[in-house]
């Protein structure tokens, strides 16, 4: 069975600094997606970035990148930059290729930019 | 742009009552979703659907059900609230592909007192 860990329930940053948010997965399938998504006090989800088993490159989304290192099985977010904006709760997710959209969500990270 | 559309923000529902999420989404995908979201437990799914009339169970269905009549409405039912449904409730949408995100709507707050 399919499972996300996201073992930082909390991290704090200094607005204009970078931060990692942590995401390990795990399947025997090969191929498969994997989803970030950004959820605000306000309640929205809100997708972030998308990286493919079989992607050769990291994804990048503006500030947004993606750490896929496919051997450990892990899929750090990496935020550049951070604004006090960036304050939200944090989602990893995965998708396996089975023809249903089945997501697999973390537990989530808060993370909190302080100026 | 992408919109779903869940009926309401905010919903206080008594014990044992009937409760009807519903959601709406305008942008023809396929494949619609419920999910539970619960602090420490992250997002649940409760129900899938990838056609019209079609549906699937996800990993807590117990106490729900759904209907989908149309492409672009996608219903949670309760049938007999309880308490330990009292939660977020948020619908999705998406296209089918691997590489397809979902679309979510802003979330109902359900309080079953």
């Known amino acids: 069975a399919q499972k996300i860990t996201q073992t930082q329930p909390g991290m704090f940053v200094q607005e204009k600094e970078a931060v990692t948010l942590d995401c390990t997965y795990d399947t025997s399938d090969p191929s498969y997606g994997l989803f970030w998504y950004k959820q605000p006090s306000s309640g929205e989800m809100i997708f972030l970035i998308y990286q493919g088993s079989y992607d050769q490159q990291n994804a990048t989304e503006g500030r947004y990148s993606l750490n896929f290192q496919k051997a450990r099985k892990s899929a750090n977010l990496v935020i550049s930059a951070s604004q006090l904006g960036d304050s939200a709760m944090y989602f990893c997710a995965m998708v396996l290729n089975t023809g249903f959209q089945k997501l697999v969500f973390g537990t989530g990270t808060r993370l909190l930019v302080s100026p | 742009d992408v919109k779903v559309t869940q009926s309401s923000r905010y919903l206080v529902k008594r014990t044992g009552e009937k409760v009807f999420l519903e959601c709406v989404q305008d942008m023809d995908h396929e494949n619609m979703f419920w999910y539970r979201q619960d602090p420490g437990l992250g997002l649940r799914l409760i129900y899938f659907?990838?056609?019209?009339?079609?549906?699937e169970k996800g990993d807590i269905p117990e106490g729900y059900s759904v209907s989908r009549e149309k492409k672009e409405r996608f219903s949670l039912i309760l049938e007999s609230a309880s308490t330990n449904q009292t939660s977020m409730y948020l619908c999705?949408?998406?296209?089918?592909?691997?590489?397809?995100?979902?679309?979510f709507g802003d979330g109902t707050r359900l309080s079953i007192l």
């Open positions: 999705a949408s998406s296209l089918t592909g691997v590489n397809q995100p979902q679309h």
């Open positions: 659907s990838y056609d019209v009339k079609m549906k």
